[in-house]
């Protein structure tokens, strides 16, 4: 069977006479056509198109066969221009026999291959013995074929961070060319765009996508960004594991279902390169391993994920509530489920702002750990997230320094966490330090450590610093709507009683339930309810608590 043709290597021909073009053309696929995609072209110019669209959809171009004398781009000029794109391809220049002096000359202008003397009759003595030669000598040294979208972007571009950050949590299969690269410059050539302009998408079909958002990007690889439906049983707001939880859940117990995240399904979990404790996996599972298979079973029983949308509002209506988007538009369900989570807290000082995304990175940034080899590598952070990253980080890096503001790592850390990265011989802790500073131009190049009962200050030289502190829930967005305590998370629950009576605007004749949140029907679960355990397996639990107390919920509609 011969391979699909988006597959095969192209063999390129050009020549401006129709009739030889199509001479050409046949002859090459009565030989090659099953193996090889014979495309032809009548001018130089045309040719460079198509070897643009092929370079953009990833595809191999095996020979280019251009005739010498064209009008407008001679052969040899479509030659040097295409090995800018292809430079593996072999090339062979078809001429008449007055213009051999040309085609040797053409030898040291272009590193010509081979040239061909019209006519080339018969082929099996004078055009297919060359090819076969060319062919050889092409696979001996083929460069392997660029399935999927292709990313371009500055080595040290904070949004060129974000977007293989991005495609890498959503599980996006995807290829990353530094624009400073041979291969990077040659696909801005292709696609005629220049290094201003960072980064580039080329997608699967050979499309461009300059300076894409996320939600741009997720609608061309696949990512569902549209709800199906306007009106559904149950909402999941958030894709951690309490959200993904909730999600199958309900979707699995014949609630029609939707979960909405706004960038990526595993929330902070998700991040996490080893999760040690978590029941049933005793060799450990990676945050993005389990939160996947999670996302997965949940799609499998019918829920909807919704990816790249920010909420931004609830809306109560009669006994519908509705999540409004930052676009403005709303989706709406009987019950909702608030599993949204938290973010890292950001640090404060002067170039730590600046330099985010070019050396200083908040949470694991996994897309950033090859580039730690026997590299000094600097983690902030007491709690499980910050060892579990100097731990994986620690497998290539030259050292990892765990800096922990409290004066006892045992204070946050799992004991059999705290350890492994004791015994590690490449990770050194310093406890009772914070960093102050970041200092570097176009990316980090050193940090200041501040003692916090000395207050003294030593700057080290590092370009990556990891930074796993605090947790700030992201409900600003609930400001005027439910009752949340004074750090942000929602109170739900016995934690709304007031002398054990319901809050004031309570309007049902029943106390809330004990994840039900001042709003009837809006349930939170996960690291975004007060006093929850922040831990992945009390995640788990809650979405699938929160779950059967919907039921309990709709029965009374």
């Not at 001479?23 to 995609?37: F, H, I, S, T």
């Not at 929330?267 to 298979?293: C, K, W």
Request: hydrophobic fraction near 40%; charge should be negative.
């Amino acid at each position: 069977m011969a391979p699909d043709a988006a597959a095969r290597p192209a063999l390129v021909t050009v020549d401006d006479d129709a009739a030889v073009s199509r001479a050409v053309a046949r002859d090459l696929r009565r030989r090659y056509g099953e193996q090889y995609r014979v495309v032809r072209a009548e001018s130089g110019a045309e040719a460079l198109d198509v070897c643009r669209e092929l370079k953009l959809r990833g595809e191999q171009v095996a020979v280019l066969l251009a005739d010498h004398r064209m009008p407008g781009m001679s052969g040899i000029e479509f030659l040097e221009q295409a090995m800018d794109l292809f430079p593996a391809a072999r090339r062979v220049l078809l001429t008449a026999y007055a213009d051999t002096d040309a085609a040797i000359d053409a030898v040291n202008v272009v590193d010509l291959d081979h040239y061909l003397l019209k006519p080339w009759d018969p082929p099996e003595e004078k055009l297919y013995p060359v090819l076969d030669a060319q062919l050889d000598a092409w696979r001996a040294a083929a460069p392997s074929a660029v399935h999927g979208p292709k990313v371009v972007g500055h080595r040290w571009s904070a949004r060129s961070s974000q977007l293989r950050e991005f495609l890498a949590r959503n599980q996006v299969p995807y290829r990353w060319f530094a624009s400073d690269s041979p291969e990077g410059a040659r696909l801005l050539e292709a696609a005629g765009v220049d290094d201003a302009r960072l980064p580039v998408v080329v997608t699967s079909d050979g499309d461009v996508l300059v300076e894409p958002d996320d939600a741009t990007v997720a609608a061309r690889v696949g990512l569902e960004v549209q709800p199906a439906e306007d009106f559904y049983d149950l909402v999941v707001v958030g894709g951690g594991p309490a959200g993904l939880s909730a999600a199958l859940y309900g979707a699995s117990e014949g609630l029609r279902t939707a979960l909405v995240e706004r960038t990526a399904t595993g929330g902070q979990a998700g991040q996490s390169s080893r999760i040690e404790n978590y029941l049933g996996f005793p060799d450990g599972v990676s945050g993005a391993q389990l939160t996947e298979r999670a996302r997965r079973q949940a799609q499998r029983f019918g829920a909807e994920i919704v990816m790249t949308r920010d909420v931004c509002g609830l809306d109560v209506n009669g006994s519908a509530r509705a999540v409004r988007f930052a676009d403005g538009s709303t989706l709406a369900a009987h019950c909702v489920i608030l599993a949204n989570g938290v973010s890292y807290r950001e640090l404060t000082g002067p170039g730590l702002g600046t330099l985010t995304g070019r050396g200083v990175f908040y949470g694991s940034a996994l897309t950033e750990a090859p580039g730690c080899r026997d590299q000094d590598v600097y983690v902030v952070g007491g709690a499980n997230s910050a060892g579990q990253a100097a731990m994986y980080l620690a497998r290539d890096a030259r050292s990892v320094t765990l800096v922990v503001r409290a004066g006892d790592l045992r204070a946050s850390m799992s004991h059999y966490l705290v350890e492994q990265v004791e015994a590690h011989p490449r990770i050194r802790v310093r406890t009772g330090t914070e960093v102050v500073e970041a200092i570097g131009d176009e990316h980090l190049e050193q940090v200041v450590l501040r003692d916090a009962a000395t207050g003294d200050k030593q700057t080290v030289d590092t370009g990556y610093l990891f930074v796993f502190i605090g947790a700030a829930p992201l409900t600003a967005w609930l400001d005027g709507t439910l009752d949340r305590d004074p750090r942000g998370f929602v109170r739900s629950g016995p934690d709304l009683l007031v002398d054990g009576r319901p809050p004031a605007g309570w309007p049902l004749d029943r106390p809330p339930y004990h994840l039900e949140t001042s709003v009837p029907g809006v349930f939170a679960a996960g690291d975004v309810r007060a006093e929850s355990a922040k831990r992945v397996a009390s995640a788990v639990g809650e979405g699938a608590m929160a779950v059967m107390l919907v039921h309990r919920y709709l029965e009374q509609l």
